[in-house]
């Protein structure tokens, strides 16, 4: 385990010091593999990656403290010798990913509605504020309150409050097999079913539909997974992990097309929108992924009218007529300006990932 990278936060500091006495704005990077999500970045990079290395790992506690520039293919690796896993599966976009992006992104995969989201297993962490002071919150138990929220608001962030520095994670132990199954389903019934079998007791951790057929992920124990294997219809899906993997990294298929690609939040019961294009629905129909070239203006309406909001996740480029939209959706008036005042507190300049998530008028 590395414990020692006082050189490498002290040029941190250093970097983000001058940054905030000039106004001069960075962009933070890590491996650079989401580069293409959220607002376009602007100002001088800053470096995370020599900022690496886990600290502590206690298996038995279930707890993982880790410096932001580690690579997340080390952390998993390290928990796989111990038969665990970061419960929130984050998708993984190359091999570049470092687990401080993991955090700033705050992105989950098929497993979130079964295990929770990022912020749900961020205990504590270090960051560096915009004005270069290193601020510690949370710890590394859930029974430690104090400051817990402030670390958890970190996931999601994209940086725009504080460059990660190190982050207490609790993680979870792998299931001993997991088993898949399909049947084809038109939507409507896709969305029945999954949320029937979401409502019932049942070990599911995965369950999405991509237009034909509804996909089911069982995990467990090889004793309890066969009796309740047999009560569900549908039938063994072969390569199981293998499946669900390319659905978390977009390499499924349904990714691979130049077309602008939006992820939409809605309530898993609901069907219609009226929008053109193709859809692909996870997390039990919570998540729904469209391709799409409508306009923004319009997505947004019609996500908007059934209660939910929609992040253009990629393809801004490719909008008919170079439409100008903000990658995430607008927020409500209130949230907006609590948004503004919490930016304003950690990074008074408006140094760190300028514009990232809600464009020049929000951060």
Sequence with gaps: MNTDNKDDLEDLRSRVVKAHDSHTPLRIVGGDTKQFYANELVGEPLYTKKHCGIITYEPSELVMTVRSGTPLSAVQKTLATQGQMLPFEP???????TIGGVIASGLSGPRRPFTGSVRDYVLGCKILTGNGKVLEFGGQVIKNVAGYDVSRIMAGAMGTLGVLLEISIKVLPKPDIEISVYMPLTAQEALDVMNARMAKPLPLSAACYDGETMYLRLSGTEFGLSGIERKIAGDRLDHSELFWQELNNQQHF????DVPLWRLSLASGVLHLGLPGQWFLDWGGAQRWLKTFESADNVRDAVTAEGGHATLFRGKELLNN??????????PVGLGRLTRTIKTIFDPHNILNRHRIYGQNAD
């Design 91 to 97: 998708p993984v976009f190359g091999d570049g990913s």
């Design 254 to 257: 349904f990714f691979r097309e």
């Design 322 to 331: 170079n439409e100008v939209v903000n990658m995430f959706h607008p927020l």
